[in-house]
């Protein structure tokens, strides 16, 4: 890596490492306060922890689940997407048992009108 590199990588490691204490701290000093509400009514301290790990637990939970909401909704998405590809355009005037079944007034190869099979490459026009 050449030094520019080298500095800029390290300069985003002081800035993660900052935002990280300031994280920190700021956890440290809500559980403090927690802890003091908590023996300020003669409650033991560990349920003045009970609301930090709630908070984190909570806050993994949602991004986990947001991230689940996220990659469903994509996939959701390019699936809508693959079957609108892939749909056949229907024919209005038949149905699909009347094609299986031989001749049928439809729309083919030469435009609108009775043929003699169902399928496109050997079927002729018989009006």
């Known amino acids: 890596m050449s030094q520019a590199r080298d500095q800029q990588a390290y300069q985003r490691g002081i800035w993660a490492a900052r935002k990280w204490t300031r994280l920190k701290d700021t956890i440290m000093r809500w559980d403090r306060h927690c802890v003091a509400k908590a023996r300020k009514h003669r409650l033991p301290a560990w349920i003045g922890h009970v609301p930090i790990v709630i ?9 986990l689940f947001g991230g689940l909401l996220v990659a469903g909704s994509m996939l959701f998405i390019w699936a809508i997407a693959f079957i609108l590809q892939n749909v056949a355009p229907s024919d209005e005037n038949t149905f699909d048992e009347e094609r299986a079944s031989g001749p049928s007034i439809r729309h083919g190869n030469d435009g609108y009108g009775y043929y003699s ?4 490459l050997t079927s002729e026009r018989l009006d």
């Open 117 to 120: 099979s169902s399928d496109d």
């Open 55 to 63: 908070a984190l637990i909570g806050s993994v939970t949602a991004m």
